[in-house]
């Protein structure tokens, strides 16, 4: 692999995980808000 | 901040967050590309140097949430309010995240420089140790629904981790390692710096956000979770 393909995978691994985390948590988030709103009817 | 069983202020998201989510994204979008693209090869492993913009700042914000652990387990233990040990838990989390991450960078950058993915050296030892406390942390609140003792027993394993983060630290100075020292500003060259610099700081924003959005999340859990707790009791009563 040449060094731009080491740096592409370092990246790639780093926002991949990165991402991957935030949309999890945004996820949590939303089904949060709606067991929220679901008890409050 | 109560934890009381109507639905607090608390329990919301606030706007101000995603205001600083996109602050945030907009810092490390510029901070990487400006690092990226303004660094010159290096003399010795050329391109790869620009893995250093990932690999630095990962490591070095995975270390400052496990001193944000210890600082809420600390507090946790003294004032006993479920607020801090939520927080610890958050840190504990966004810390796990960034400790597998300079692992995993830290690896792909060996690969190349050293000819080896892994090797038993006392940084990256030291380094799979505190991911593996910290893992441990996450998992041991899932053994207890007892809130007390679930955050009694986390501040435990969050003080006794923290040991392990000077170890990381100075493991490169108190053991002969393959790991180079950690940079500081004598130690790296002029190009570099401001790029270094840059992505530092807008790692730590990012990790800041990051903790205080999982913190919220949690709060949000928590007072769906209360909500539920209080209609099924609310039910049991009208069929009793």
């Known amino acids: ?41 | 901040m109560s934890f009381s069983t109507t639905r607090s202020p608390s329990a919301t998201w606030p706007k101000w967050l995603t205001t600083f989510g996109w602050i945030t994204a907009i810092l490390l979008v510029s901070g990487q590309i400006y690092a990226i693209v303004t660094s010159p090869p290096d003399a010795a492993m050329g391109d790869l140097q620009k893995i250093m913009y990932i690999h630095v700042p990962s490591a070095w914000v995975a270390m400052m949430s496990f001193i944000v652990v210890l600082a809420y387990c600390l507090l946790y233990l003294w004032k006993h309010q479920p607020k801090h040990d939520l927080m610890a838990a958050s840190a504990a989390e966004v810390g796990t995240v960034f400790t597998a991450l300079a692992i995993a960078q830290g690896s792909i950058w060996g690969r190349p420089t050293w000819g080896v993915w892994w090797t038993w050296d006392a940084r990256l030892t030291s380094t799979a140790v505190m991911l593996l406390i910290y893992a441990g942390y996450l998992t041991l609140r899932s053994f207890t629904d007892d809130e007390e003792r679930r955050a009694r027993w986390s501040a435990a394993v969050g003080i006794l981790g923290a040991i392990n983060v000077p170890i990381v630290w100075y493991s490169v100075k108190w053991w002969r390692t393959i790991h180079q020292l950690q940079s500081d500003m004598s130690s790296i060259s002029p190009e570099y710096r401001r790029g270094w610099i840059i992505n530092a700081l807008t790692f730590t924003v990012l990790v800041v956000y990051l903790i205080v959005a999982r913190y919220h999340v949690s709060l949000l859990q928590r007072a769906g979770e209360q909500h539920a707790e209080e209609q099924a009791l609310a039910v049991r009563s009208v069929h009793v």
């Open chain 1, 1 to 41: 692999m040449s060094n731009w393909g080491y740096i592409g995978l370092a990246y790639g691994v780093t926002y991949g995980v990165l991402i991957g985390y935030f949309v999890g948590l945004m996820r949590k988030r939303r089904q949060a808000l709606a067991a929220i709103e679901e008890s409050g009817k």
